[in-house]
């Protein structure tokens, strides 16, 4: 399998449903190039159309991947090193395109139901049907991803259902999405 | 099942396996909080013998409780209604026996692998055997929870393993951990 990660700055919606950029929050860098790194994916894309917001994100990632970080937490340097800025979505496609050969399929993930909706149970079956064909997991920040990326993937991840609360935080989403595809693979 | 889960900022290690204690981070608390109410657990403590910073997490909580994040983000509310705050493990202990009229078996959390550890599978077999017995997990800031509380513990978790790779944050880590015990019963 070769599994990708992206999360999304933009097309994504703020708590009036409005579609927005949002701003990063370099914490979820750190936490997903870990979750990236531990679930063995193949790259995390941070994707911003905002030129100041990927300067800064670069400046994070070359301190832990060849600053002073990458010294001081070698570990940290493992998982950053995954990291990488696209501006958009077509940007990340044609990224793995070159390193793969082929587009990904795409898996959205939101806290809502779609057509396109898969069992966490159906995905970990496509994927192994897949054998090496590349997949691309997409996060939303903000209020989560726009209904057109949704119903623009291949496959729509169902929501993770909690006893009637369904508002985590990207981060934490990210990690339970992960070990529940891939958690089997990894242990 | 009463199930309470404690984010522990003393005793903890630090890079150096000394032992100390660590700031609080309030986006942990948010985190937590929002996993503890997707979870259905009982409540969440935040432990640390500072005053200082018992005094910075009660500002924060209320807030979003009783102050204008309640209005502004009702989920949150939900959420850090069931954080309190606890100066050490001790008073966890006196305030859940207060609540359940009996105290709960703890279980660590770990990134190493003790006498007591249990894989997930057979953790929640004990839970579901436990009946309404009222457990607490621990979970370690910094570089985790001292050997001595780890020994002390009725429980030990098996570590997270990713693919060669064991540094998760404390968010990330609690969102696994939770979903895998519980995540079958919030389904």
């Known amino acids: 399998m070769a599994i990708y990660i992206a999360l999304m700055h933009y097309p994504v919606y703020d708590r009036q449903a409005r579609v927005t950029v949002t701003a990063l929050t370099t914490l979820d860098i750190h936490d997903v190039a870990r979750l990236a790194r531990t679930y063995g994916l193949e790259g995390f894309y941070v994707v911003t159309p905002l030129q100041s917001q990927q300067t800064l994100a670069r400046r994070l990632i070359d301190h832990w991947v060849t600053g002073r970080g990458a010294e001081y937490n070698p570990t940290r ?55 090496d064909a590349p997949y691309l997991i997409l996060l939303g920040t903000g209020w989560g991803l726009t209904r057109e990326v949704a119903e623009g993937a291949d496959y729509v991840l169902e929501p993770i259902e909690g006893k009637g609360y369904n508002h985590l935080s990207v981060r934490t989403a990210a990690a339970i999405i992960l070990d529940r595809l891939l958690g089997g693979e990894a242990r």
């Open 77 to 131: 340097k493992e998982a950053l090193s995954l990291v990488r800025m696209a501006e958009d979505l077509e940007a990340v496609l044609t990224g793995i395109e070159q390193e793969q050969g082929r587009k990904p399929k795409i898996v959205a993930t939101t806290a809502r139901r779609f057509a396109q909706s898969r069992s966490y149970g159906e995905m970990i079956e496509l994927l192994r049907a897949g054998g």
